[in-house]
């Protein structure tokens, strides 16, 4: 279950867990290094288990992007640039699944390219808070756990990207998607992470849509980090708090 209930000083407040586990196995970026695990040392032989793991900044699910990670200006901004202040944040959802550009692939329904149009109505809610969430209808295809190809990962037009970047106030931008860029292997796109740069990018969220509807347009997102130093990317502990 995404979501459930949590007793903080008297009050009990709604949680809906937006990450997910990963491992050996779980479905990666098309080219990036699938996950390994080696044995370091066995409980028969040593009395504790205790493994070393091989995976990539952009594995997790979700996961931040760093400055560094596709800003040729800024290569010592490693995943330490963020703050506490990009960790807690008033938050909007919007929920792109159904708009009338989305396809239906293989039974799952998503949003292949966000623009600024999908983006611009929600433009006064925007301005009241400081983090959003944008949800294409990719995490779906991300909890049927089945192999990613650049088909089925939206990524946001340049245009939606500078509208983003407009919002001064605006700390984090999430998706359920694995990047915000529109994905071309031959001619790879890094036009909104660089309008981005300022901003905490958050990929491969999932249970958007556990959020209630009721709580959509105003909710504390938490975007913990954890960091290592120089790293272009790093697993994020995110939830929705609900009041």
């Given at each position: 279950?995404?979501?459930?209930?949590?007793?903080?000083?008297?009050?009990?407040?709604?949680?809906?867990?937006?990450?997910?586990?990963?491992?050996?196995?779980?479905?990666?970026?098309?080219?990036?290094?699938?996950?390994?695990?080696?044995?370091?040392?066995?409980?028969?032989?040593?009395?504790?288990?205790?493994?070393?793991?091989?995976?990539?900044?952009?594995?997790f699910v979700p996961h931040a992007d760093a400055p560094n990670h596709q800003n040729p200006d800024m290569p010592d901004h490693g995943v330490?640039?963020?703050?506490?202040?990009?960790?807690?944040?008033?938050?909007?959802?919007?929920?792109?699944?159904?708009?009338?550009?989305?396809?239906?692939?293989?039974?799952?329904?998503?949003?292949?390219?966000?623009?600024?149009?999908?983006?611009?109505?929600?433009?006064?809610?925007?301005?009241?808070?400081?983090?959003?969430?944008?949800?294409?209808?990719?995490?779906?295809?991300?909890?049927?756990?089945?192999?990613?190809?650049?088909?089925?990962?939206?990524?946001?037009?340049?245009?939606?990207?500078?509208?983003?970047?407009?919002?001064?106030?605006?700390?984090?931008?999430?998706?359920?998607?694995?990047?915000?860029?529109?994905?071309?292997?031959?001619?790879?796109?890094?036009?909104?992470?660089?309008?981005?740069?300022?901003?905490?990018?958050?990929?491969?969220?999932?249970?958007?849509?556990?959020?209630?509807?009721?709580?959509?347009?105003?909710?504390?997102?938490?975007?913990?980090?954890?960091?290592?130093?120089?790293?272009?990317?790093?697993?994020?502990?995110?939830?929705?708090?609900?009041?």
């Amino acid at each position: 279950m995404a979501g459930l209930s949590v007793h903080l000083g008297g009050r009990t407040v709604k949680v809906v867990d937006l990450t997910l586990p990963v491992g050996v196995g779980t479905p990666v970026f098309p080219g990036d290094p699938e996950i390994s695990r080696d044995v370091v040392s066995s409980i028969q032989e040593t009395g504790y288990r205790h493994y070393i793991h091989a995976l990539g900044d952009h594995v997790f699910v979700p996961h931040a992007d760093a400055p560094n990670h596709q800003n040729p200006d800024m290569p010592d901004h490693g995943v330490e640039a963020w703050g506490p202040e990009y960790e807690f944040n008033q938050a909007i959802l919007i929920d792109l699944e159904g708009a009338d550009e989305a396809e239906e692939i293989d039974s799952i329904r998503l949003l292949r390219t966000v623009r600024a149009a999908h983006l611009e109505p929600f433009s006064g809610a925007l301005q009241r808070v400081t983090a959003v969430l944008v949800r294409t209808g990719a995490e779906a295809w991300r909890l049927s756990g089945r192999p990613f190809s650049p088909r089925v990962i939206p990524g946001f037009t340049a245009e939606a990207g500078a509208f983003l970047a407009g919002f001064e106030d605006l700390r984090v931008v999430g998706t359920d998607s694995l990047t915000v860029d529109v994905v071309n292997p031959d001619s790879p796109v890094h036009t909104v992470h660089r309008a981005l740069k300022h901003k905490l990018i958050v990929e491969s969220l999932v249970h958007l849509d556990d959020i209630p509807a009721e709580n959509r347009n105003r909710f504390l997102l938490q975007t913990a980090l954890v960091k290592i130093l120089g790293a272009t990317g790093c697993p994020v502990v995110a939830r929705a708090w609900l009041s």
